[in-house]
């Protein structure tokens, strides 16, 4: 028993160094995707995280929350220090997000196409059209030629990197659709998954990030810089003095002037006070004669006519 219990000590220890051994090594998108860090991983040997595969959403690399159902997929193929490369292997898009689109009354009609690109790659092509009502099997024959049609002349024109920003964009799907609308009216068009089969000797190019130490030095090279214009603007004790000197004569030339506007505010409130004066007496005096005038009068009208 005391045998039993000292070799699991042991093997305890064993897997707790194993885990203080492993250390962590992010994973970098390639270019095309602009090198972004996908995510990390755990070993303890750079070798054994080669070949592994890691699941993003394209709305992690881009922001855009209406890409969310879009599910990327990416392989790591080389290890430089604590930096993994990666390498794009293919997409795909989520059950519930297809099963959305396919409804009762509705017709389906799936592609499956092998494509090869401008620079080589080969990839498999699954886009998908679903009409608004159920059509006959010619003109589902005829959608999926349209299909073929458009995705094999879009990448014979463009490069990888093109072909595969154009399919998860949405722009090779709107091109099918146009295509395809004459045939019979189309609800939704959707590249369902797509495959990456063979890679040229190039593949996929990969730039490794900045080290920091380049960084700092371009800190320090901004700090001398903004010092250097300090120590150029520093002036003599005399050229401050005539400063000095200009703007107090500068401020006795304006303070007279201020005084001229104030007393000329000042008289012109007077006369306008004066004229309303003015104006107000006679109007006061006139009603006052006319009122007594016209009672005098009314009075020896009265009294002549009594007598």
Known sequence: MAARK??????????KDRWRSKTWYRVLAPDMFEGVQIGETLSDEPDKIKGRILDVTLQQLTGDFSKMHIKLLFKINSVRGLDAYSDFIGHDLTSDYIRRLTRRKRSKMDGIYDVITKDGFKIRVKPFAVTEKRIQTAQQYAIRMKMKNVVERQAGDKIASEFIRQMLSGELSSMIFKECKPIYPIKRVEIRRSQILEVPEGGFTHTPPK????????????????????????????????DADTDATKSSDKAPKA??????KTKAKKTSTSKAKTVKKPKKTTKGKTTKKSTTAKSTKTTKKAK
Do not use: M
């Open 6 to 15: 000292a070799s699991s000590r042991t093997a305890a220890r064993k897997l």
């Open 211 to 242: 080290p920091e130490t380049e960084d700092s030095e371009s800190v320090v090279e901004g700090a001398k810089e903004t010092e250097e214009p300090k120590g150029s603007e520093t002036k003599s004790a005399a050229d401050k003095k005539k």
């Open 259 to 264: 005084k001229v506007k104030a007393k000329g």
